[in-house]
């Protein structure tokens, strides 16, 4: 944000701090000592002075820490690599360290930058990866009612994830109880399954057609919503499907 005639206020996703907003004196400008390390989604070494009861913080120093990722070179990569600092922006609250997220962070971004395509996959196994933080992840193998297995099975009709525990259901026990939940495609969940157990360098490498990743997208999407407050529609994922 701007600040000031050459200034900025700057939000950083800190390895110690978490989010934490700073000022950033002349950044503006030409000349300024920060050079590209307040780039979005570069990963720096960042020396400030930090306040108690205050909000913002003074930026002294801030180098990058790596290369800095190349998403200007490629739209689609520039615009899930947004979608990845936005969803972490949504979902983190000011000042709360947390190394797990911190570090799922720079791994999704790496993993962006060197990926020759299928980067949705890699939004789709970051989020995954969130919720087992946050406490929410998936239970996918087994259905929650009968036992059997759910990746394995013969289940052609689709099986169903159950909101509140997080949870899968088979055809069969659904219809049964008619306990509710998201109905999943054939397949969805053995990707699912997939995207969590996979590194998040190799899920790439996963083929999945575009009506399986536009499904895969909504779920996970209301399933975050249902789970963490203050999702919402990620900009950065609009401005992907327009590419």
């Not at 002349?26 to 020396?47: I, N, V």
């Not at 990058?64 to 899930?80: E, H, N, T, Y």
């Not at 259901?169 to 969940?189: D, F, N, W, Y």
Request: charged content about 25%; aromatic content about 8%.
């Amino acid at each position: 944000m701007k600040y000031g005639e050459t200034s900025k206020i700057v939000t950083l996703y800190s390895k110690k701090f978490g989010k934490i907003k700073v000022i950033a004196k002349g950044a503006r400008s030409a000349k300024s000592k920060f050079g590209a390390s307040l780039e979005p989604m570069t990963h720096s070494s960042a020396l400030f002075y930090k306040k108690e009861q205050r909000e913002l913080h003074l930026l002294s120093k801030c180098e990058i820490s790596r290369p800095i990722f190349k998403f200007g070179d490629d739209g689609d990569k520039l615009a899930v690599g947004l979608a990845l600092v936005e969803l972490v922006n949504q979902v983190m609250h000011d000042e709360e360290e947390n190394l797990p997220m911190f570090s799922l962070l720079v791994d999704a971004l790496e993993a962006v930058d060197r990926a020759a395509g299928n980067l949705l996959n890699i939004f789709f196994a970051f989020e995954l990866r969130l919720l087992e933080i946050f406490g929410y992840g998936l239970d996918l193998r087994a259905c929650a009612r009968c036992g059997r297995d759910v990746v394995e099975g013969e289940h052609g009709g689709g099986s169903y994830i159950l909101l509140a525990s997080g949870s899968v259901m088979c055809p069969g026990c659904h219809a049964e109880l008619r306990s509710g939940g998201i109905k999943a495609s054939k397949g969805i969940v053995r990707l699912l399954v997939q995207f969590q157990s996979l590194p998040i360098s190799a899920v790439g490498d996963l083929k999945v057609p575009p009506p399986v990743k536009d499904e895969i997208l909504g779920l996970l999407q209301t399933y975050l919503q249902y789970h963490i407050a203050g999702v919402r529609t990620l900009k950065s994922l609009s401005l992907f499907t327009s590419l």
